[in-house]
């Protein structure tokens, strides 16, 4: 048995990046950048307006003004203003020459068919030529994992057909003759499969689309056929339960079989002890515990930010800093525990009712996870701890 640190290492230098291939921008969210993006021109291209308003000179702000014409936006002006004069211009279209102030319609008056200044300040009011960005400026990097702000810069750059990593190809197996599928009444000793569900729901997350391929009984004949297909067809495989020190539990033994390198067995978390990783040349496997919390977690905790590594993305989960509303307390303090957690309205850490590993209800309530460290018993009220957000 790992520690949770040294597991996440070898996860880590494990990392082979996927190919690339080219999206349009429409259908890119969700995914990773394979290349830097460069403005191709300058942002704004000209001088606009800011406001709707009056072109004019600053030095003419205290002078009856004459209207010399109307500039939509999208329109070029004709026009240049001169001493005592300006145009009608609307919000983004291009100042005037000789303007370098737009005063707010709602700052003037008209008085005998000029226009007149009516405060005694006003900022220029106008977007100069190249403030946002100039041609050539890097506005999104390498790596950059696309979400619904960074598509709107693709467009205003006119990168519309863009090259990204590709999604991981992730195929997903339960195992256990005590399992039936969702839309099936359990009879004695049944329980519906949760975590085929739980972990495409998870994966989808990520924007992948992972193929669930169904339930393995407790056999290495149904077992091996499974893990067969999957390892055909997959960048990594993730199969949930047989993974333990049971009677049934052919995973690891069949894996290697088929050349697949086991890198750990268990790791000193709860929930979540009996995962297993390995690799075979540029392919991934997970066991992940046939308990839902565990599986959940582990995914969270592992599987998750090898995935986004593979598909070029530095994933770092970025915790938040809270104060404890209660003290907490464990029993053991043999391995690392991930405990789920909610906020409260005062700000503050509150755990969440939990009744161990298969408590996957639990989860509905979380904002969050809290992990108390080997060797530790208890979290006193108004302890700060860093939560991860789920």
Known sequence: MIQQEEAFKIIKESVITLGTEFVPFQN???RILAENVYSDMDMPPFNKSAVDGFACRKQDLNND????????????????????QCSQIMTGAAVPEGADTIIMVEHTEKIEGKIRFI??????NICAIAEDLKKGDLVLAKGTLLKAQQIPVLASVGNT????YRQAKVVVISTGDELVEPHQTPQTSQIRNSNAVQMMAQLQQLGIKGRYIGIAKDSPESTREML?????????????GGVSMGEFDFVPEILEEKGIEILFKS??????????????????FFGLPGNPVSSFVQFELLVKPLLYNMMGFDFKALPLKMPMG??????????????????????????VDYNGSAHIHS?????GMISINIGESTLKKGQVVDVRQI
């Open 267 to 284: 790791i000193a978390v709860q929930p979540g002890r009996p995962t297993v990783f390995g690799k075979k040349d540029k392919q991934f």
């Open 161 to 164: 057909f863009i090259q990204v």
């Open 28 to 30: 890119s969210l969700g």
């Open 119 to 124: 405060q005694s300040k006003t900022n220029s």
């Open 65 to 84: 003004l004459v209207l010399l014409e109307v500039i939509p936006a999208g329109v070029a002006p004709t026009k240049t203003v001169g001493a005592n």
């Open 363 to 367: 989860y509905v309530y979380a904002d």
């Open 326 to 351: 209660i003290e907490f307390s464990r029993k053991k303090a043999k391995r690392k525990s991930y405990i789920p957690v909610y906020f409260n309205q005062d700000g503050e850490v509150m755990p």
């Open 228 to 240: 067969e297909e999957a390892l055909d067809s997959s960048d990594m495989v993730l199969l949930s």
